[in-house]
Nanobody, 125 residues
Framework: QVQLVESGGGSVQTGGSLRLSCAAF????????IGWFRQAPGKEREEVAY???????RYADSVKDRFTISRDTAKNALDLQMSNLSPEDTAMYYC???????????????????WGQGTQVTVAS
């Protein structure tokens, strides 16, 4: 059974940093189609940072130059380093991995996609 478990969320002040980590059980993260998403109250879930089907890192415009996605092979974990946080970054953060493609890119919502339960990030002004 595949399980993704996020950790590292919490409350920080504007301008602060957090490092999220996602550990995988029953699954080995590949170099592609692994990523972080977030959902704020009343908003749709959005992509934050992910590695596309070719392994290239992709970032939402709102987090470019502030967030960095990385894979820890030894720990079989997926990390998200977040810096210069603002209240707009407040959300539940989820990690995901998928083995499916759709329209040429990662299919995060297919039958072979896996999601964690999320970790809350709150940024106070």
């Amino acid at each position: 059974q595949v399980q993704l478990v996020e950790s590292g969320g919490g409350s920080v002040q504007t301008g602060g940093s957090l490092r999220l980590s996602c550990a995988a059980f029953g699954y080995t993260f590949s170099t592609s189609c692994i990523g972080w998403f977030r959902q704020a109250p009343g908003k749709e879930r959005e992509e934050v940072a992910y590695r596309d089907r070719y392994g290239w890192p992709r970032y939402a415009d709102s987090v470019k130059d502030r967030f960095t996605i990385s894979r820890d092979t030894a720990k079989n974990a997926l990390d998200l380093q977040m810096s210069n946080l603002s209240p707009e970054d407040t959300a539940m953060y989820y990690c995901a991995a998928t083995q499916e493609y759709r329209l040429g890119n990662c299919n995060w919502y297919g039958s072979r996609a896996y999601w964690g339960q999320g970790t809350q990030v709150t940024v106070a002004s």
